[in-house]
């Protein structure tokens, strides 16, 4: 009786261990000495894209990156001769291969079992493509961050000498009766206000921001934003329309720095309509999001220029310090599941489109974006 105990007692064991083998987030594969599949769990089929039965028996080469299964076999094969280990009870980094043939970035840990004499490897396999992401935006975080600091100590040194020019220069247009001089007095206030303007973008672009999270009507803010741009248009003949579409749109955003955005990409499009047109602006519900577009047809973008459009001091403008785009997508990337999208053809116009995620509750919180 106590034999049959302490056996029903192993097989719970070795039931509630398999069940939780077989159930964590890690994929476990487990190979003989020829590297053949003889366990591959759940995680596994997820991360690697394999049916266990079509991995079952089969060689290891299978799921591997060609980079890897040559050192892998020689790694086993050299255990199994010397019984010394060089990978196993350490973690390594590696790429791996899913089916469809795309690469991962991945950890694995490698531990040996020797039963009847047979030695049995089983491989726990993290994947760090998050991971790596996180990482990455913390060291742009950190890099934002100290040139942020530059950026604001520079702009502190030029700012208050520009102001002086920028003064004088607007005393003497007062007190000056010469055209020419005039003229010229002009183009020096014009390009100090320009320069303003830049310092002010560049702080904008590179200070870390605090996101004041509230639940906000997005059809009530474009509305607003839209009677803005109305008032600033010098060209009558250039309309904005606005189409709300079915429901109530709301969402959990920093509604200034919202608006900031929207009235940017809005007066972008307006820019582009040198002949007159139509932008639309249109605001729908799309599953779990609300989706924003602001739709012109314009001159568009070349090809050639696509890439570099979201790059700081890039621009198609005469007079434009290239960070409005740069600044209205890193405030929409900061919102979390914010998505900021342009899309444009040359000679057919331009759609940039703004995806948040809609509202899922009480919301009244601050977002530290130095921190993330």
């Given at each position: 009786?106590?034999?049959?105990?302490?056996?029903?007692?192993?097989?719970?064991?070795?039931?509630?261990?398999?069940?939780?083998?077989?159930?964590?987030?890690?994929?476990?594969?487990?190979?003989?000495?020829?590297?053949?599949?003889?366990?591959?769990?759940?995680?596994?089929?997820?991360?690697?894209?394999?049916?266990?039965?079509?991995?079952?028996?089969?060689?290891?080469?299978?799921?591997?990156?060609?980079?890897?299964?040559?050192?892998?076999?020689?790694?086993?094969?050299?255990?199994?001769?010397?019984?010394?280990?060089?990978?196993?009870?350490?973690?390594?980094?590696?790429?791996?291969?899913?089916?469809?043939?795309?690469?991962?970035?991945?950890?694995?840990?490698?531990?040996?079992?020797?039963?009847?004499?047979?030695?049995?490897?089983?491989?726990?396999?993290?994947?760090?493509?998050?991971?790596?992401?996180?990482?990455?935006?913390?060291?742009?975080?950190?890099?934002?961050?100290?040139?942020?600091?530059?950026?604001?100590?520079?702009?502190?040194?030029?700012?208050?000498?520009?102001?002086?020019?920028?003064?004088?220069?607007?005393?003497?247009?007062?007190?000056?009766?010469?055209?020419?001089?005039?003229?010229?007095?002009?183009?020096?206030?014009?390009?100090?206000?320009?320069?303003?303007?830049?310092?002010?973008?560049?702080?904008?672009?590179?200070?870390?921001?605090?996101?004041?999270?509230?639940?906000?009507?997005?059809?009530?803010?474009?509305?607003?934003?839209?009677?803005?741009?109305?008032?600033?248009?010098?060209n009558s003949t250039i309309a904005i329309h606005f189409d709300a579409g079915a429901g109530i749109k709301m969402v959990d955003a920093d509604r200034d720095k919202l608006k900031q955005v929207l009235l940017n990409?809005?007066?972008?499009?307006?820019?582009?309509?040198?002949?007159?047109?139509?932008?639309?602006?249109?605001?729908?519900?799309?599953?779990?999001?609300?989706?924003?577009?602001?739709?012109?047809?314009?001159?568009?973008?070349?090809?050639?220029?696509?890439?570099?459009?979201?790059?700081?001091?890039?621009?198609?403008?005469?007079?434009?310090?290239?960070?409005?785009?740069?600044?209205?997508?890193?405030?929409?990337?900061?919102?979390?599941?914010?998505?900021?999208?342009?899309?444009?053809?040359?000679?057919?116009?331009?759609?940039?489109?703004?995806?948040?995620?809609?509202?899922?509750?009480?919301?009244?919180?601050?977002?530290?974006?130095?921190?993330?």
């Amino acid at each position: 009786m106590q034999k049959i105990a302490e056996n029903d007692e192993s097989l719970k064991e070795i039931s509630i261990l398999k069940g939780a083998v077989e159930n964590t987030n890690e994929a476990f594969v487990t190979i003989d000495k020829d590297s053949t599949v003889i366990f591959f769990n759940k995680a596994a089929e997820r991360m690697f894209g394999y049916c266990r039965k079509d991995v079952i028996g089969r060689d290891l080469a299978l799921i591997l990156g060609p980079a890897c299964r040559e050192g892998h076999q020689r790694a086993v094969d050299h255990y199994v001769q010397t019984k010394k280990a060089k990978l196993i009870g350490h973690e390594t980094e590696f790429q791996a291969m899913r089916k469809n043939g795309e690469t991962f970035p991945a950890s694995i840990s490698f531990s040996v079992t020797t039963i009847s004499d047979a030695f049995y490897f089983t491989g726990i396999v993290r994947e760090l493509t998050e991971t790596k992401a996180l990482h990455a935006q913390v060291v742009q975080a950190e890099r934002l961050a100290a040139l942020g600091q530059m950026v604001a100590e520079i702009s502190h040194e030029i700012k208050n000498p520009l102001t002086m020019i920028g003064g004088f220069a607007r005393q003497l247009l007062r007190k000056i009766s010469g055209e020419k001089e005039k003229a010229k007095l002009d183009v020096i206030v014009m390009e100090v206000e320009r320069l303003e303007h830049l310092l002010s973008d560049l702080k904008d672009l590179y200070r870390p921001r605090q996101l004041k999270l509230i639940k906000v009507d997005i059809d009530e803010l474009l509305q607003e934003v839209c009677s803005l741009a109305r008032e600033h248009i010098k060209n009558s003949t250039i309309a904005i329309h606005f189409d709300a579409g079915a429901g109530i749109k709301m969402v959990d955003a920093d509604r200034d720095k919202l608006k900031q955005v929207l009235l940017n990409v809005v007066k972008n499009s307006t820019e582009a309509l040198a002949g007159g047109g139509t932008v639309s602006v249109v605001s729908e519900a799309a599953g779990e999001n609300i989706r924003i577009s602001v739709i012109d047809a314009g001159m568009g973008i070349p090809a050639s220029m696509r890439e570099k459009i979201f790059s700081p001091f890039f621009t198609t403008k005469e007079y434009g310090t290239g960070l409005g785009l740069s600044i209205s997508k890193r405030i929409v990337d900061e919102h979390p599941g914010g998505i900021f999208s342009l899309e444009s053809e040359e000679g057919k116009g331009t759609t940039v489109t703004i995806t948040l995620p809609s509202h899922t509750g009480p919301c009244m919180l601050s977002v530290d974006r130095e921190r993330d």
